[in-house]
């Protein structure tokens, strides 16, 4: 793996774990309120494009993750 | 499981034992299959119970095969067991699926005093007898007797009785986890030291918890647990609370796990509306070898079972309540998490199973897509994403650990033709009576899986369940067979019977619904479930203290006083290194506060640090360079077998022997 990828993985690691800690908070969220009577159609939109949009990040991390590991082994 | 009985691997093919014993089973399977077509053709029916079942011929067919590749005790019996249980489900299909309920089933109120009078007497003959052999080490064999009796009348109890209102079961459920508790304290408490390899560690972990009353380990200690300390905190709480001693406390997440089996009644009752089966699903799950297994070798584990049994209950049982149990969910989900690393990966498989089994139980039985789903896409994802997260922690960094080994077992462990057959050892035959009361569960799990899978019983719950089983079966047998260990497929098990031992005592029902009179009845259940309970307490995984049936190469987790003194011994008298074998090793150095090194036998899939085994040359000349005294036990695993390893007897001087045990110069 070139290693200004490796660079960023390291300076970025705060941000990733910013960011899928704001994704576990909004699917925490969105499990409880989904029973609740304040959830609608409109909501639930938006809690979609939120999870999916943080979800496709964290997949990125770990697929990076995982090409760090092997590229070192 | 099947990589155990091959530590040391091979390059023969299977002798002519297995070859010769396959074609026979695979002929006999044949014919089977003619006549299985034969009665289809008859009943000219299709139905997806009975498609189902010839799928199960089929994969027997198929597992039988591969004995001609490699064959272990698994292998021989699961494929002939898989194809009779299917053919069985298809001769007496009408039979089973007739409607019954054993609630309705009378027998005189004297009969059930009789049974009830024996359950106590079996229950106080346990009680003298725990407290008689205290101090010896050995639990006899009429003491297991003595405990399948036991269950035995319970099963009747359950059986016959007319369930008239709550208080009826709760006696029941008294009697199973009261029965339970003295089997597994009967094991636990044969040692004053922890029983197994890992529960030293955790030992150690949870008093370095309560002496420095924070989430901290002593200096030098692994900081693995660092990231998974909840089984340590929950036993430390009980030490701080309850003041109990640390073994007393480790034990009190054994009871935890056996309480926990309330739920697996709570799910059956959910998913079958019966009573009788709901109880003996508990009474399965209570007497089957991984459970007991589990709470005996208390490990982070042992605890995330039992909150994966309660979570299993939040995700499948939420209808009234929905918000309640969603809040528990995720708090169960964020504590598996923190317990334990491959508990938490057999609930992302299992969330991943319950919600396609959602979407393809509505394909295959054409229900209204309209209905709610069990499980939300959401909670999925918060379990992959909640999981991954705390792996990659960069203090301690599970997922690197995986990867790593992941890796290593696909480039270098990939050697599924290479495997040694069964036949090697001599007493290899013998280990299959180890699996007998395995061999009964999955019988009665086919029959009741094929059960419930007809458009008669099934429901999307139950569907949910048998993909989760079916899921955590493949990787449990498939992941294995092609020489990927570090997932440890060998502790799954105790996760997939809390589903699948459902559909056991659903098979187990059906199948006694088949005698025709009450007295039949009985004496099925007692038989049944004596034979089963017996061959189960007594296996190698739930009973290590007293081995039955494997004789000279059955080995014990557990350390003596004899053992301890000898230890003491050799630290007052030698200032130089003390080496041992593996096992022993971390437990000396816990015992005598000083650095012990071990020889290795073998390399671990896990670990990242890949040691080598040295010859026989090397390892004298390292013992002699070294002056060194090894501690070898006798009744080890072979893989740490020093002695069998290198010839310990012929090379060096015996100066300590304790009978299991000896001390090397």
Same mark, same amino acid.
């Given at each position: 793996m070139p290693d200004n990828i490796i660079n960023s993985l390291t300076i970025f690691s705060e941000f990733n774990n910013i960011m899928i800690e704001i994704l576990i908070i909004i699917l925490f969220l969105k499990e409880i309120l989904l029973e609740s009577k304040i959830w609608s159609k409109r909501l639930n939109n938006l809690f979609n494009i939120a999870i999916w949009s943080l979800f496709v990040y964290f997949c990125i991390v770990i697929i990076l993750k995982i090409l760090h590991i092997i590229g070192k082994t | 499981m099947i990589l155990s009985d091959n530590e040391e691997g091979g390059n023969l093919l299977p002798t002519s034992f297995p070859i010769r014993g396959t074609l026979i089973l695979i002929t006999l399977i044949l014919i089977l299959i003619i006549v299985i077509a034969q009665i289809l053709n008859k009943k000219n029916l299709l139905s997806i119970d009975r498609l189902f079942a010839l799928v199960g011929v089929l994969l027997g067919l198929f597992i039988t095969g591969l004995n001609l590749l490699y064959s272990n005790k698994y292998l021989i019996t699961l494929g002939p067991l898989i194809t009779a249980a299917s053919f069985f489900y298809i001769v007496f299909q009408d039979k089973l699926l007739k409607e019954n309920t054993s609630t309705g089933i009378h027998i005189s109120a004297r009969h059930q005093k009789i049974i009830n009078i024996l359950y106590w007497i079996c229950t106080l003959a346990i009680i003298i007898m725990i407290y008689w052999q205290q101090g010896l080490y050995i639990r006899p064999l009429f003491f297991f007797i003595i405990v399948s009796i036991d269950v035995s009348t319970i099963g009747l109890q359950i059986t016959f009785s007319? $369930?008239? !209102?709550n208080f009826e079961i709760s006696k029941i459920i008294f009697k199973i986890l009261l029965l339970s508790l003295l089997l597994k304290a009967s094991a636990f408490f044969i040692s004053p030291y922890p029983i197994g390899i890992d529960p030293w560690s955790h030992e150690q972990h949870i008093q370095d918890i309560i002496h420095y009353s924070q989430i901290q380990f002593r200096p030098?200690?692994? *900081? $693995?647990y660092l990231s998974y300390p909840l089984m340590h905190v929950f036993a430390a709480s009980f030490n701080i609370v309850g003041n109990l001693s640390t073994k007393e406390s480790m034990f009190m997440i054994g009871f935890t796990l056996t309480l926990s089996t309330i739920f697996v009644f709570l799910i059956s009752k959910k998913i079958t509306k019966r009573p009788d089966i709901a109880l003996l699903s508990m009474l399965l799950i209570n007497f089957a070898e991984f459970n007991i297994q589990w709470s005996v070798q208390i490990i982070a584990m042992s605890y995330a079972i039992s909150i994966y049994t309660i979570l299993l209950y939040t995700l499948l049982g939420k209808q009234k309540n929905p918000l309640i149990f969603k809040c528990f969910s995720l708090m169960y989900l964020v504590i598996i998490v923190w317990a334990h690393t491959a508990s938490s990966f057999i609930l992302i498989l299992s969330t991943i199973a319950i919600y396609s089994s959602d979407i393809i139980y509505r394909h295959i039985y054409l229900i209204d897509q309209k209905e709610k789903h069990i499980l939300s896409y959401t909670f999925v994802i918060a379990s992959i994403v909640l999981t991954f997260f705390h792996w990659i922690n960069? $203090?301690? +960094?599970f997922f690197d650990l995986i990867m790593n080994g992941l890796n290593y077992s696909v480039s270098n462990e990939l050697g599924f033709l290479n495997r040694e057959p069964?036949?090697?050892?001599?007493s290899e035959n013998i280990q299959i009576l180890d699996i007998v009361g395995f061999l009964i569960y999955n019988l009665f799990g086919i029959i009741g899986t094929l059960c419930i899978l007809s458009r008669k019983y099934i429901n999307n719950e139950n569907f949910a369940l048998f993909f989760v089983f079916t899921g955590l079966f493949f990787m449990f047998f498939g992941f294995p067979l092609f020489g990927i260990s570090n997932n440890e497929p060998y502790r799954w098990p105790a996760f997939i019977y809390v589903s699948y031992l459902i559909f056991a005592s659903v098979g187990f029902t059906k199948i006694i619904s088949l005698s025709s009179s009450n007295s039949q009845k009985a004496i099925l259940v007692f038989f049944i479930l004596f034979v089963s309970s017996f061959f189960m307490i007594t296996n190698s995984h739930a009973n290590i203290d007293s081995p039955k049936y494997r004789g000279e190469i059955d080995y014990k987790y557990f350390i003596k006083e004899s053992e301890l003194e000898l230890v003491k011994n050799i630290d007052e008298l030698l200032e130089g290194y003390l080496t041992s074998d593996a096992y022993m090793s971390e437990r000396i150095s816990q015992i005598t506060e000083r650095d012990v090194r071990y020889i290795p036998t073998k390399v671990h *899939?896990?670990? +990242? !640090?890949q040691e080598t085994i040295m010859d026989q040359d090397q390892c004298l000349d390292y013992i002699r360079n070294n002056k060194i005294a090894v501690l070898c036990r006798l009744d080890v695993e072979r893989k740490y077998d020093l002695r069998k390893t290198y010839g310990f007897d012929q090379l060096l001087n015996c100066i300590y022997d304790v009978g299991t045990a000896k001390i090397y110069m």
């Open positions: - | 007319k $369930y008239k !209102n030098g200690a692994d *900081p $693995y960069p $203090y301690y +960094s069964i036949t090697d050892h001599a *899939p896990m670990s +990242s !640090n």
